[in-house]
């Protein structure tokens, strides 16, 4: 059974940052994509951020230059690292583990970024 967990949100200054963490498990995590995606109230769900197998990545506008994903595949976990956060960065953060017969979402984890 596949399952996916998201760890690392909280509470954040602007200008701070964190690291999120996304744990998989019952799959062979390497071969597969892994992206981010974030949702804030009232908003559609969007994407944040991907790394290919290969650790290719890719960003959205918007995080770009501040958010880096990264992958251990020893250890099958993706991580974002998210820097200079903003306010407008408030949401709840989904790994999502592109499995091609069948994706994997995870519970999400909710960053909020506040003074």
């Known amino acids: 059974q596949v399952q996916v967990v998201e760890s690392g949100g909280g509470l954040v200054q602007p200008g701070g940052s964190l690291r999120l963490s996304c744990a998989a498990s019952?799959?062979?995590?390497?071969?597969?994509?892994v992206a981010w995606y974030r949702q804030a109230p009232g908003k559609q769900r969007e994407l944040v951020a991907q790394?290919?197998?290969?650790?290719?990545?890719t960003y959205a506008d918007s995080v770009k230059g501040r958010f880096t994903i990264s992958r251990d595949n020893a250890k099958n976990t993706a991580f974002l690292q998210m820097n200079s956060l903003k306010p407008e960065d408030t949401a709840h953060y989904y790994c999502?583990?592109?499995?091609?017969?069948?994706?994997?979402w995870g519970q999400g984890t909710q960053v909020t970024v506040s003074s």
């Open positions: 790394i290919t197998s290969s650790s290719t990545t």
């Open positions: 019952g799959t062979i995590f390497r071969i597969y994509p």
């Open positions: 999502y583990l592109l499995i091609p017969s069948r994706p994997y």
